[in-house]
């Protein structure tokens, strides 16, 4: 079945040229005005808005239902790049692709038939993702590898919005890179303590997609920390 977007790919203009995607997570957004955050990261370049399931058992934190991934819908054009911390997801999948996520990554550690799941969110119609936690190695998605289309490395363990960078993850998402046989799938991406420090390194080490919310939606103007981290990750590539 064809995906329904393609966040990944380069947007026009691009030449060809590496292109990282930036995806602000709405976890750090202010839910009240969260139409106008939106509109403003979109307008500011943003690649595609990611956002946080938690289910309170996977993780010790609650955030938000298919209601909301709705309304977020309603409000951007951006792809949606679901982020489920969520035990046992699969009765949820169905609920959150019609609800218009585009993409659904799920955790290997939440997963009892990860291959099972991963063709349930393709026959969907979204692409296809798997998050790893710190402690899991990105090798135990060997298997699994040519079938996902995104490899999330997870740079804090996953529940909460803010927390400090674990330095390990540029070495993880090194070893994702090498391990793919495809030079664009899966895209590598990484969440959690993602900032104009953490950025760079990140891209050093190959990440395709940079995943970050306090940086963006915790800065005074979401809009302008997009452009400011887009203009490190652009330093960071150097000249092509
Ligand atoms: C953490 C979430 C992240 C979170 C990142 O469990 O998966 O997406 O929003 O927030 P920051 O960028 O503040 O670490
Ligand atoms: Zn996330």
Redesign the pocket.
Known sequence: MDVKRTPWNPPPGTGGRRHVLIAP?V??ADFAHLARQLEAVERAGADAI?V?VMDGRF?PNLSLGPAVVAAIRRSTALPLDL?L?VEDPDPFLAPFAEAGADAITVHWEACRHLERTISAIHELGCLAGVAVNPATPVAFLSEILPEIDWLLVMS?N??????PFWPRARHKVEQAVSLRQDRDRPRVAV????DEGTAPGLVRAGADVL?????IFGAPDPGEAVVRLRRIVTEALGPT
């Open positions: 997570s976890l750090a990611h946080d993780v982020h911390m804090v996953p529940g909460f919005g803010g927390q969440d959690g303590g993602v995943v970050a919310g306090t940086a």
